[in-house]
């Protein structure tokens, strides 16, 4: 299975401020077709988890340009260039390679 | 855009059974695979199953495997997925999750449900 880890775990972040999260995998996400199969979901408290990010760069249907997401093979990051108070939650990456599916640990992000 | 709808969960003893039910409403759920994902409290997300969506080809967690039955009946845009042999430890909300496309590989989640508590106690 493929094992995904994420750092920081918790973020405190100040509005206005940038702020990026880490992801990686145990095996590369890089599909032959050129593609990178690493999503990005974002949690809101009591909500359920809505894509926010994904083939690792591209962003969802209505997802603000602030996020954003790089990487490719077994290193990825999504960045957002200016937090607002409405991007707190938990921050979940998770590769759609191959099933089983995995989901790293969750990234919660808070207002300092 | 639609929207998904799960159902069915409740408290229920170890070792018993539970069907789950993930409808769709606003689109034709047979063009798409889903997939039920579970998050039990306070924890992180974990996949536990996925259908193609001809229904063809299924897939499971190596948790849930054996006890698990992913199915979907397109008539009605709804997939199921029937829980056997129930342990405390599938305690959790479950998610269903409808994918971008009709295959169970290289996969996004565009879409989720509100999900349902499922409670495994005694």
């Known amino acids: 299975d493929i094992v995904m880890t994420q750092s920081p775990l918790y973020l405190p972040v100040t509005p206005g401020e940038p702020a990026s999260i880490s992801c990686r995998s145990s095996?590369?996400?890089?599909?032959?077709?050129?593609?990178?199969?690493l999503d990005w979901y974002l949690q809101k408290p009591g909500q359920s988890p809505q894509l926010l990010i994904y083939?690792?760069?591209t962003r969802a249907s209505g997802v603000p340009d602030r996020f954003s997401g790089s990487g490719s093979g077994t290193d990825f990051t999504l960045t957002i260039s200016r937090v607002e108070a409405d991007d707190v939650g938990i921050y979940y990456c998770?590769?759609?390679?191959?099933?089983?599916?995995?989901f790293g640990p969750g990234t919660k992000v808070d207002i300092k | 855009e639609g929207q998904l709808v799960e159902s069915g969960g409740g408290l229920v003893q170890p070792g018993k059974s539970l069907r789950l039910t993930c409808v769709a409403s606003?689109?034709?759920?047979?063009?798409?695979?889903v997939s039920w994902v579970r998050q039990a409290p306070g924890k992180g997300l974990e996949w536990v199953s996925s259908?193609?969506?001809?229904?063809?080809?299924?897939n499971y967690a190596d948790s849930v495997k054996g006890r698990f039955t992913i199915s979907r009946d397109n008539s009605k845009n709804t997939v199921y997925i029937q829980m056997d042999g129930l342990r405390v430890e599938d305690a959790a909300v479950y998610f269903c999750?409808?994918?971008?496309?009709?295959?169970?590989?290289?996969?996004?989640?565009?879409?989720w449900g509100q999900g349902t508590l499922v409670t495994v106690s005694s």
């Open positions: 999750a409808k994918a971008s496309s009709g295959g169970t590989q290289r996969v996004r989640f565009d879409q």
């Open positions: 606003g689109y034709r759920l047979g063009s798409f695979a």
């Open positions: 259908i193609s969506g001809s229904g063809g080809v299924t």
């Open positions: 095996q590369s996400l890089l599909h032959t077709n050129g593609y990178n199969y």
């Open positions: 083939l690792g760069s």
């Open positions: 998770m590769q759609g390679l191959q099933s089983p599916f995995t």
